[in-house]
């Protein structure tokens, strides 16, 4: 029996879980793996009403399960931050999610922007707790014309490695023969110093698998031009979070975009890219497809890589067809695409 939790969340995070939902459903009647899901509450509405975001013993409660699958929070009526805060960062940093594992793969070339680029099929290990983003720093003089605004990127041998090692363990286990290493080391002269020396470092412990470098500057160019010649990338933070979401838009945007919050050694948190999409939820025309990949990837994570590929096929399938949402080009509901998935994965 495999434990999820389920975080549906806000907007239209609720209504791509719901179908995402409804494929592990038929991955169950399809397979022999059983999965006992327990939802939670938790999001803009638990918080409007309770001033609850996310309370400690849900996390101890999380900490039971194999994998956590969520959907999107954020609500016009709530202060930006409190639930970014409040919860996502909250698992993030108290999970230990350190690792956020972007795939960026085209499911068909119908989806690219790029011109007569069928293959794309990289997949980005952002580091995820340091950086830019470790949250150290402050004012100095602040409020006069002479402020200063410090924000200090935090790198730590025990955090940059275990970053790095994850990616050639990737690497290997899922047969891809190239990690790539994108930093800013010829001005970042000791941050990413430090990255490119620990890089090395774990490199020749997998001499079976070939090496790459590029400047982020570059590596932004070169997603547009020869996007084909990546498999596995590994970045800082800040790097990762911008590069991931070019990456999304050149497979086929927010609507595609699955991620993983990855402890190796603990529970995982699975979520679509997207955010709750207060402009079009409740209408029914989110499309639930980067919460249904989302899903793959779960079931990846789990080690069910056969049923995680049934359902990449399945989308595929979805997607060949033209049974999507209109952000697709489509004219389907966020459900019936959801039931055509299904559909597919009874033929396929
Ligand atoms: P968003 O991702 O919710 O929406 C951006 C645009 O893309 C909107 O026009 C939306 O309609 C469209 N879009 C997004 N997902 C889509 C889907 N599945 N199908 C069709 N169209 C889709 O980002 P936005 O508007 O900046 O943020 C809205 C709220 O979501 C905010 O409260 C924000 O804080 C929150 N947010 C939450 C995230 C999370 O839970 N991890 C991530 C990003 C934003
Ligand atoms: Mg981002």
């Given at each position: ?13 609720k ?30 509405e ?24 969520f959907?999107?929070i ?17 698992l ?6 350190y690792v ?5 793969k ?15 099929d ?36 025990f ?12 690497a ?60 596995v ?7 990762g ?22 402890n190796?050694r ?41 049923e ?10 979805t997607i ?9 080009g ?8 959801g ?10």
């Amino acid at each position: 029996m495999i434990k999820i939790a389920v975080i549906p969340g806000d907007g239209i995070g609720k209504e791509v879980v719901a179908e995402g939902l409804k494929v592990l459903r038929k991955i169950e009647e399809l397979s022999n793996v059983k999965f006992d899901f327990q939802e939670y509450p938790f999001g803009a509405e638990h918080y409007l009403k309770t001033g609850e975001t996310l309370p400690d013993w849900a996390l101890e409660e999380f900490r039971h399960f194999d994998a956590i699958y969520f959907g999107a929070i954020g609500d016009p009526r709530v202060k930006p931050g409190i639930l970014e805060h409040g919860i996502l960062l909250k698992l993030r940093f108290s999970l230990d999610l350190y690792v956020n594992l972007r795939p960026v793969k085209l499911y068909h070339p119908k989806l690219t922007p790029l011109k007569g680029k069928e293959k794309i099929d990289m997949v980005f290990i952002r580091e995820n707790t340091e950086g830019l983003y470790a949250g150290a720093g402050g004012f100095l003089r602040k409020g006069t014309p002479h402020e200063v605004a410090i924000q200090e990127m935090i790198n730590t041998r025990f955090g940059v490695e275990r970053t790095i090692r994850f990616a050639f363990e990737y690497a290997k286990t899922k047969g891809r023969k190239k990690v790539t290493l994108v930093d800013k080391a010829n001005v970042l002269t000791y941050a990413h110093d430090l990255w490119q020396r620990v890089f090395k470092e774990v490199a020749s412990e997998y001499q079976e698998i070939e090496t790459d470098h590029y400047y982020v500057d570059a590596m932004a160019m070169k997603m547009i031009r020869s996007p084909e010649i990546f498999e596995v990338v590994v970045t800082p933070n800040m790097f990762g979070d911008i590069l991931t979401d070019l990456g999304a838009e050149i497979v086929g945007g927010l609507g595609l975009a699955a991620s993983g919050n990855i402890n190796p050694r603990g529970v995982s948190m699975f979520e679509p890219v997207h955010g709750s999409a207060p402009d079009i939820a409740g209408k029914g025309i989110a499309n639930p497809l980067a919460a249904i990949l989302t899903a793959a990837l779960m079931l990846e994570h789990l080690g069910l890589d056969r049923e995680a590929s049934l359902v990449e096929k399945a989308v595929a399938k979805t997607i060949e067809e033209n049974k999507v949402t209109p952000d697709l080009g489509g004219e389907l509901k966020t459900s019936e695409v959801g039931n055509e998935v299904v559909k597919n994965l009874e033929v396929l």
